[in-house]
């Protein structure tokens, strides 16, 4: 039986090339200055490091906030759930509900 890690490569090899061509063309959009008032405004590109969505997120969040400081927050203050929180909610077979409120079991 032949190894099915030469076909698991090109399969790999061709979602990557499919990736970097439908992406490339956006990455070049929107880091290429605007050229004329007539093409109207462009968003701006800001790259953001990080290993986990904790570490991630609020660069993010400071970014859109930034480049939209009218932006407003959906109503009351939100806090979000640890993927810890989410895994245990899971396990025990509840959800997670908005802040203030109990886990309730799944129906």
Excluded: C
């Excluded at 499919?18 to 790259?47: C, H, I, M, N, W």
């Excluded at 927050?73 to 929180?85: K, L, V």
């Amino acid at each position: 039986m032949a190894s099915p890690l030469p076909q698991m490569q090109e399969i790999f090899s061709r979602r990557l090339r499919r990736f970097y061509s439908t992406t490339l063309p956006l990455l070049q959009y929107y880091d290429t200055p605007q050229s004329s008032p007539s093409s109207g405004p462009k968003a701006k590109l800001v790259p953001l490091r990080g290993n986990t969505s904790d570490e991630i997120w609020p660069l993010l969040e400071h970014a859109v906030r930034s480049t939209i400081p009218s932006l407003k927050e959906r109503g009351g203050e939100r806090r979000r759930a640890t993927f810890g929180e989410v895994v245990v909610a899971k396990d025990d077979g509840r959800r997670l509900h908005e802040p203030g409120t109990r886990d309730a079991p799944r129906t």
